[in-house]
Protein backbone atom coordinates (compact mmCIF):
# COMPACT_ATOMS: atom_id res chain seq x y z
CA UNK A 1 0.00 0.00 0.00
CA UNK A 2 1.00 3.64 -1.10
CA UNK A 3 -0.37 6.57 1.43
CA UNK A 4 0.64 9.92 1.15
CA UNK A 5 0.12 12.01 4.48
CA UNK A 6 0.11 15.76 4.69
CA UNK A 7 0.67 17.98 7.41
CA UNK A 8 1.27 21.47 7.74
CA UNK A 9 -2.25 23.67 7.32
CA UNK A 10 -3.85 25.75 9.88
CA UNK A 11 -4.91 29.20 10.35
CA UNK A 12 -2.71 32.02 9.58
CA UNK A 13 -2.91 35.86 9.20
CA UNK A 14 -2.73 37.84 5.74
CA UNK A 15 0.50 38.16 5.26
CA UNK A 16 1.61 35.29 7.13
CA UNK A 17 3.53 32.09 5.88
CA UNK A 18 2.66 28.18 6.52
CA UNK A 19 4.89 25.47 4.80
CA UNK A 20 2.83 22.07 4.20
CA UNK A 21 4.90 18.89 3.61
CA UNK A 22 3.77 15.70 2.18
CA UNK A 23 5.66 12.07 2.76
CA UNK A 24 4.86 9.21 0.68
CA UNK A 25 5.22 5.91 2.40
CA UNK A 26 4.39 2.03 1.70
CA UNK A 27 5.42 -0.07 -0.84
CA UNK A 28 6.96 2.79 -3.22
CA UNK A 29 9.60 2.08 -6.09
CA UNK A 30 9.96 5.46 -7.46
CA UNK A 31 8.31 8.95 -7.56
CA UNK A 32 7.61 11.06 -10.57
CA UNK A 33 6.18 14.07 -10.43
CA UNK A 34 4.87 15.49 -7.00
CA UNK A 35 2.38 18.40 -6.93
CA UNK A 36 -0.45 20.33 -4.84
CA UNK A 37 -3.86 21.17 -5.26
CA UNK A 38 -6.08 23.12 -3.72
CA UNK A 39 -9.69 23.58 -3.75
CA UNK A 40 -11.97 25.99 -2.20
CA UNK A 41 -15.43 25.72 -1.02
CA UNK A 42 -17.87 25.84 -3.67
CA UNK A 43 -14.91 25.60 -6.32
CA UNK A 44 -13.14 22.98 -8.30
CA UNK A 45 -10.09 21.63 -7.24
CA UNK A 46 -6.98 23.55 -8.90
CA UNK A 47 -2.98 23.11 -9.49
CA UNK A 48 -0.84 25.30 -7.26
CA UNK A 49 2.80 23.68 -8.01
CA UNK A 50 3.84 20.59 -9.07
CA UNK A 51 8.01 19.30 -9.02
CA UNK A 52 9.24 16.73 -11.45
CA UNK A 53 11.66 14.30 -10.05
CA UNK A 54 14.44 16.25 -11.50
CA UNK A 55 13.52 19.16 -10.61
CA UNK A 56 11.79 21.19 -12.91
CA UNK A 57 8.91 23.30 -11.40
CA UNK A 58 5.80 24.58 -12.17
CA UNK A 59 3.23 27.02 -10.84
CA UNK A 60 -0.39 28.51 -10.66
CA UNK A 61 -0.05 32.43 -12.05
CA UNK A 62 -1.94 33.12 -8.75
CA UNK A 63 1.13 32.12 -6.55
CA UNK A 64 4.25 32.53 -8.42
CA UNK A 65 6.62 34.77 -6.47
CA UNK A 66 4.95 33.74 -3.15
CA UNK A 67 4.73 29.99 -3.12
CA UNK A 68 7.85 27.14 -3.50
CA UNK A 69 7.58 23.63 -4.11
CA UNK A 70 10.74 21.44 -3.08
CA UNK A 71 11.55 17.85 -2.42
CA UNK A 72 13.82 15.88 -0.43
CA UNK A 73 13.95 12.72 -3.48
CA UNK A 74 15.38 10.19 -0.60
CA UNK A 75 12.52 11.06 1.76
CA UNK A 76 9.80 10.90 -0.80
CA UNK A 77 8.53 14.05 0.79
CA UNK A 78 7.51 17.15 -1.13
CA UNK A 79 6.98 20.88 0.64
CA UNK A 80 5.21 23.43 -0.21
CA UNK A 81 6.70 27.15 1.37
CA UNK A 82 3.53 29.53 1.69
CA UNK A 83 4.80 33.33 1.81
CA UNK A 84 2.62 36.50 1.71
CA UNK A 85 -0.37 34.42 1.94
CA UNK A 86 -4.13 35.72 1.75
CA UNK A 87 -7.55 35.44 1.83
CA UNK A 88 -7.93 33.94 -1.16
CA UNK A 89 -5.09 31.37 -0.88
CA UNK A 90 -7.76 29.35 1.90
CA UNK A 91 -8.65 26.19 0.56
CA UNK A 92 -7.79 22.24 1.29
CA UNK A 93 -4.24 21.81 -0.27
CA UNK A 94 -3.95 18.25 -1.53
CA UNK A 95 -0.59 16.60 -2.62
CA UNK A 96 -0.54 14.55 -5.68
CA UNK A 97 2.04 12.29 -6.85
CA UNK A 98 2.47 9.50 -9.21
CA UNK A 99 4.16 6.80 -8.09
CA UNK A 100 5.20 3.21 -9.34
CA UNK A 101 5.30 0.63 -6.52
CA UNK A 102 7.16 -2.91 -5.91
CA UNK A 103 4.97 -4.29 -8.55
CA UNK A 104 6.06 -1.58 -10.98
CA UNK A 105 2.05 -0.21 -11.16
CA UNK A 106 1.90 3.07 -12.10
CA UNK A 107 -0.92 4.90 -10.52
CA UNK A 108 -1.51 8.75 -9.38
CA UNK A 109 -1.49 8.86 -5.98
CA UNK A 110 -3.78 11.40 -3.40
CA UNK A 111 -3.27 12.20 -0.02
CA UNK A 112 -5.92 13.49 2.93
CA UNK A 113 -5.89 17.10 2.34
CA UNK A 114 -4.64 19.62 4.70
CA UNK A 115 -6.95 22.74 5.69
CA UNK A 116 -5.12 26.07 5.07
CA UNK A 117 -6.94 29.21 5.97
CA UNK A 118 -5.83 33.13 5.79
CA UNK A 119 -7.74 35.42 7.97
CA UNK A 120 -7.92 39.10 6.66
Known amino acids: QVQLVESGGGLVQAGGSLRLSCAGS????????MGWYRQAPGKQRELVATRTSGGSTNYADSVKGRFTISRDNAKNTVYLQMNSLKPEDTAVYYC??????????????WGQGTQVTVSS
Open 26 to 33: GSIYSIGT
Open 96 to 109: NAYIVDFRHNWREH
